[in-house]
């Protein structure tokens, strides 16, 4: 068979093949959206580990990636509007039933497509929006889906073109799309090969301009993660006290005192493992409070359930005098659900080991999410308001660079900016330190000794015995899960009261 090029130019320019480039482009990107939208619910349900939703969003995604396009294609034209008469003169529209088909099909890929990113984003990153305040649906749309989004990028742009090609199929229900219309173009000209090699070429034409726009959405969301800044290339620190140190309510030391935060007999397991051991613990107004002990020991597990991250099988803890993650039902306290918790875990400031900061939004950004999104500043002022934190902590010049793009210390240095943009009434701080290089360590150091000296009241977990021995009022030695000592710096560091503790400082060099 002869290939002539003048019946393939003019197979190339002919309104129909153009007409049906048209409808096949359309048709592609609405059923992609709107695929799109039913795939998020579809992927957060299969990932929420409740069964009662997770089984059938994983029963859509089996039937509908099971059954072949071209047999939903014809049951949704032919047999759907028999079975549902309200539907039959919405689904004779040959357009209309190929994108109900095509939605159904592809959201189950593009759902697997997303679970495979939601399951990319850390626990930590859910956990740190978790202590900012949000809700359950609040995490899921501010942290987890722009982040999970990223990921697939790749795999979505891939469905995508799949997508428009499985447009191909709705010819067998006589819509009119681009492989349909060279069907009729070569009946009229016999110019089978030309015909459809000018098909080809219409769909590698938009493909390749997919394609293009997949690589540019790639790029824009990828800046995040290039990193720029050399470890100790930190800005110098200008050694004011932040700005929401002075603003501490602890600032006034005339409320020293009042009991801010107090633990209960907490008692947590782990399996058949006991981490905390029936610990009471009282946090004063305006107290740095600093827990020391070996890894292991429980301080970490501690934090998290002052905040509520991790529930106690026992115990209580009281914020301001009332219970936090409980609600008193018939006169006794009951777990509380997360969206009630979550209000109360905004008087409370959070800082991660590892920093935890949301890699999707700039550093004035993660500093304004909260406060945005609790509508402490309005919208038009949240970033300003985020980059006078960042001055404060010596990082104004670093406002609009992602985290992939700032050193360990100034990551840090950005989270606890952000949890004292919520203005809370304590800051817990999870070895803030332990992830950082030695030059790094000492501008974080620096930053919670203005805020020691500032009144602010933090609950501290650490391994820096000196920084502990300069700023801390009481050190709280924890060993297997319990406390086993509570006492003044000064005392603890020079006349421990227990065998432990005096073990733990001469193997560390620091009983003097």
């Not at 700039?362 to 970033?383: G, K, S, W």
Request: net charge neutral; charged share 20%.
């Amino acid at each position: 068979m002869s290939f002539d090029a003048g019946d393939f130019v003019d197979a190339l320019t002919s309104p129909l093949v153009w007409q049906g480039a048209r409808t096949t482009l359309l048709l592609g990107l609405v059923t992609y959206l709107l695929s799109f939208v039913v795939a998020v619910p579809l992927a957060l349900g299969r990932t929420s580990g409740r069964r009662w939703l997770s089984h059938p969003c994983t029963a859509w995604i089996w039937l509908f990636r099971g059954v072949p396009l071209i047999v939903l294609l014809i049951f949704v034209y032919n047999a759907l509007p028999e079975a549902v008469p309200a539907l039959r003169d919405t689904l004779s529209d040959p357009f209309v039933a190929a994108a109900v088909a095509l939605v159904l099909g592809e959201s189950a890929y593009i759902a697997e497509a997303l679970r495979t990113g939601l399951l990319a984003v850390e626990k930590e990153q859910k956990d740190a929006g978790r202590a900012l305040g949000f809700g359950p649906l609040a995490v899921q749309r501010v942290v987890v889906l722009p982040i999970a989004i990223r990921v697939c990028v790749p795999a979505l742009g891939n469905e995508f073109i799949s997508n428009l090609k499985n447009t191909s199929l709705a010819s067998v229900i006589s819509l009119v799309e681009l492989t349909l219309s060279g069907q009729r173009l070569y009946t009229q000209n016999f110019a089978i090969l030309e015909s459809l090699s000018a098909v080809a070429v219409m769909y590698l034409i938009m493909v390749t301009l997919l394609t293009v726009a997949q690589r540019f959405v790639e790029a824009r969301l990828g800046r995040h993660m290039t990193s720029v800044a050399e470890p100790g290339s930190d800005t110098p620190h200008e050694g004011r006290a932040p700005v929401s140190a002075v603003r501490a309510v602890g600032a006034d030391r005339s409320h020293e005192g009042d009991t801010v935060l107090e633990v209960r007999n907490i008692h947590k397991t782990y399996g058949q493992q006991v981490v905390l051991r029936d610990v009471s613990l009282q946090v004063r107004r305006g107290d740095v409070c600093v827990l020391l002990g070996r890894s292991g020991s429980g301080k970490s597990t501690l934090l998290r359930c002052l905040n509520r991250l991790e529930t106690p099988e026992s115990g209580l803890v009281l914020l301001n005098g009332s219970p936090l993650g409980y609600t008193q039902r018939r006169g006794e306290p009951r777990p509380a659900p997360e969206y009630v918790v979550s209000r109360r875990r905004r008087e409370l400031g959070m800082v991660f080991q590892r920093f935890s900061l949301f890699p999707h939004l700039t550093a004035a950004e993660n500093v304004a999410v909260a406060p945005r999104v609790h509508r402490l500043v309005p919208d038009a002022a949240a970033l300003d308001y985020a980059v006078s934190y960042l001055e404060e902590v010596g990082l104004g010049g670093h406002a609009s660079k992602y985290p992939g793009q700032l050193s360990g210390g100034q990551q840090q240095r950005v989270a606890i900016a952000r949890a004292l943009a919520m203005q809370p009434g304590a800051v817990l701080l999870d070895e803030p330190t332990s992830a950082l290089d030695p030059e790094s360590i000492g501008e974080v150091l620096l930053v919670l000794q203005q805020l020691a000296r500032a009144g602010r009241t933090m609950v501290i977990a650490s391994h820096e015995l000196n920084f502990a021995r300069t700023v801390a009022d009481r050190i709280v030695f924890m060993a297997s899960g319990e406390i086993a000592e509570e006492s003044p710096p000064d005392k603890f560091f020079t006349e421990p009261d227990t065998e432990p503790a005096r073990n733990f400082l001469l193997s560390a060099g620091s009983l003097t």
